[in-house]
């Protein structure tokens, strides 16, 4: 039976959430960050025709604690070419990190490193489309960065027939603010790599390397029209995706992604 959206968050989100709640008894909150996203823009491959548009509305959360960090989105999609008969799909991340130095009361701190960390991430979309990543991660002090992290993972599927057993990832993550007349530009975004192919060629196990993309450039007009900054954002996302989800681009099927959309972004 296909979830709702709701059902399918509360379901499949929120008992994990309410586990990394819990250990706030061992630690406790320390900030937060809630916001919802609006994107219009077309040319995205493989779960749209690349001239329909496509509309998204993303919910995404950020949190610190006195044992690590956690980010968590989940992305609704409309478009004539997605997949299902309402032209609607989902997908989301739960990304919750471990820090070495939190935990272990020891400043990590060494030239440009800031803390080390373990990362984990759990990947959903619509049917069965599960995955499960675990690896080191690193946070550093980067000049003229608000934040960097650099996130390594393995990437292993499940409940997908057929794909191969998993991959190697790397994600940088960031975010820059620069000074722009009464208000600033904000640039933050993310790059994922899978650095390896797995399985053969020609089979249905056959998972090709993958470099993904996706930088926003917005502009604080909260700020520019003298309300609270860093609440309500306008601009543009770019989401560049060389053999998207793994499918070899060809001639045939398209899969490589340069796709533009325009943005809006509210935080409370």
Request: glycine share 10%; net charge neutral.
């Amino acid at each position: 039976m296909k979830l709702s959206p709701f059902a399918w968050f509360f379901h499949s989100f929120l008992p994990v959430c309410a586990l990394a709640s819990a250990s706030a008894q061992a630690g406790p909150l320390m900030w937060s960050d809630n916001s919802l996203s609006y994107l219009y823009g077309h040319n995205y491959k493989v779960d749209g025709t690349g001239n329909d548009i496509q509309q998204t509305v993303t919910f995404e959360h950020a949190s610190g604690w006195s044992w690590g960090d956690v980010f968590l989105f989940v992305d609704n999609k409309w478009s004539n070419g997605l997949s299902g008969s309402d032209g609607y799909t989902y997908y989301g991340e739960f990304s919750p990190r471990l820090s070495l130095g939190k935990v272990s009361g020891q400043n990590l701190r060494y030239g440009v490193i800031k803390d080390v960390l373990i990362a984990a991430t759990y990947e959903r979309g619509e049917g069965r489309i599960r995955r499960y990543l675990l690896g080191p991660a690193v946070d550093l002090l980067l000049p003229g960065f608000d934040r960097f992290s650099l996130n390594t993972y393995y990437r292993k599927p499940d409940g997908i027939t057929g794909k191969a057993s998993g991959q190697w990832q790397i994600n940088p993550t960031w975010a820059m603010t620069l000074p722009l007349g009464r208000s600033d530009i904000l640039f933050d975004g993310y790059l994922e790599w899978y650095v390896n192919d797995v399985g053969r060629k020609g089979t249905s196990d056959y998972v090709a390397k993958s470099f993904h993309f996706n930088p926003q450039i917005k502009y604080d007009l909260g700020k520019a029209l003298g309300h609270n900054p860093k609440q309500f954002y306008v601009g543009v996302e770019w989401d560049y995706w060389s053999d998207k989800y793994g499918i070899e681009d060809s001639h045939g099927f398209a899969t490589d992604q340069n796709a533009l959309s325009a943005l809006l972004k509210v935080h409370f």
